[in-house]
């Protein structure tokens, strides 16, 4: 990643203002956690070509080689610790958009984390906050998109369901570019949700969805069930109707898409 290049041609006004390089880092949202706590200004990008220690939601490992965009971005949102998810819906419309607008790809969202392109998973998302008596001090928004990876280096279970620019487009992709219009992005979103709110960002995301309308699979705090996809709700959490005609609000959870049909 040429450095150099990526600041001369960064266009926000705030968002990569520092960008904090790294060769290898454990996980850059651990490495954008400690740098928030010691008052890292807002804004603040923490890059590395590589993570020995990736995770993405519930502690699971995201595999990062050599070849892909790994970032996260030190934020101080005016959100309740309860909406904190707004930043991770925010981060997916910013990436599916990016994606479609630089590369004419067929990119999407998958609730409630996760930017697939033709129905892979490109990118993924991580967002972490810090609370002090109730209140959010700072977040962190990590994001992993397989730019330039060869999928030969995830492992086989990973790779069946995964993606890269690289891969859909037969050709590796500028990271400089990708992260200067993918930041800019992030940053012109950001500033809409907390000018305007989550309602712009939210018909964004039903917008770029690939799940609505279809079968899908929940597992949610231990259980599993099966239903139609129906649509996100206020604060973005997800109206699946049962195979018995019930309709259920999932606000934690991982999503399986079973059919294309309904």
Request: hydrophobic residues 40%; charged residues 25%; positive net charge.
């Amino acid at each position: 990643m040429r450095i150099a290049e990526v600041e001369a041609r960064l266009k926000t006004s705030f968002v990569g203002k520092p960008i904090v390089y790294y060769p290898q880092v454990s996980s850059t949202n651990e490495v954008a956690k400690q740098l928030a706590r010691e008052g890292a200004a807002e804004g603040t990008v923490v890059l590395a070509e590589t993570q020995t220690s990736g995770h993405g939601r519930l502690r699971r490992k995201w595999f990062s080689p050599k070849g892909g965009l790994w970032f996260s971005l030190i934020l101080h949102p005016k959100l309740e610790p309860t909406r904190l998810p707004q930043l991770t819906f925010m981060t997916a419309a910013a990436t599916a958009k990016t994606i479609k607008d630089m590369y004419g790809l067929k990119a999407g969202i998958k609730w409630p984390n996760d930017v697939l392109v033709n129905r892979r998973k490109v990118c993924g998302i991580l967002t972490e906050g810090c609370m002090i008596n109730g209140k959010v001090k700072f977040a962190v928004v990590g994001v992993g998109v397989n730019a330039n990876i060869n999928l030969e280096e995830l492992p086989l279970t990973v790779r069946k369901r995964a993606t890269s620019l690289k891969k859909e487009l037969g050709k590796p992709v500028s990271r400089e570019e990708l992260l200067c219009r993918l930041l800019l992005r992030m940053e012109n979103t950001y500033l809409t949700l907390q000018r305007e709110g989550f309602s712009p960002i939210l018909e964004e995301v039903r917008s770029l969805s690939v799940f609505l309308g279809e079968r899908v699979k929940i597992a949610s705090f231990g259980e599993c069930f099966v239903g139609l996809a129906e649509n996100l709700d206020s604060d973005g959490a997800l109206i699946v109707r049962l195979e018995n005609g019930t309709r259920r609000k999932v606000v934690v959870g991982d999503l399986e898409v079973l059919s294309l049909e309904p």
